[in-house]
């Protein structure tokens, strides 16, 4: 069964961290593009990291750029989102997606409407 499950959210404080999981079942994670999205209340669901398929990688936001890495460990079949230096404008529920595959070829977005495979998120609040 092909599935997708975060973990490691929570409650923290600005400027603190946290690392994100996404433990991907049934996929050959190198054949999609991966990718983190937050959702907020009364926004739009934005795209905050994602790994380019074959080939792996790294694409931020802006607003993640400098502060967020995102990873993979083939491994475990797992996806990463370290997140450091973290703001409240970062508060939101957090979701792994995978688009694809792709037999082949360097691909990214960070638009969510490309995205397939979606996990259950995990929520994340930053405040002190």
């Known amino acids: 069964q092909q599935q997708l499950v975060e973990s490691g959210g929570g409650l923290v404080q600005p400027g603190g961290s946290l690392r994100l999981s996404c433990d991907a079942s049934?996929?050959?994670?190198?054949?999609?593009?991966i990718g983190w999205f937050r959702q907020t209340p009364g926004k739009e669901r934005k795209g905050v990291a994602c790994?380019?398929?074959?080939?792996?990688?790294?694409h931020y936001a802006a607003s993640a750029q400098g502060r967020f890495t995102i990873s993979r460990d083939d491994a475990k079949n797992t996806v990463y989102l370290q997140m450091n230096s973290l703001k409240p404008e970062d508060t939101g529920v957090y979701y792994c997606?995978?688009?694809?595959?792709?037999?082949?070829?360097?691909?990214?977005?960070?638009?969510?409407?490309?995205?397939?495979?979606w996990g259950q998120g995990t929520q994340v609040t930053v405040s002190s």
């Open positions: 997606a995978l688009d694809g595959p792709y037999d082949g070829g360097t691909y990214f977005t960070l638009d969510d409407r490309w995205y397939d495979y």
């Open positions: 790994l380019s398929s074959n080939g792996g990688d790294p």
């Open positions: 049934g996929f050959t994670l190198d054949s999609y593009i």
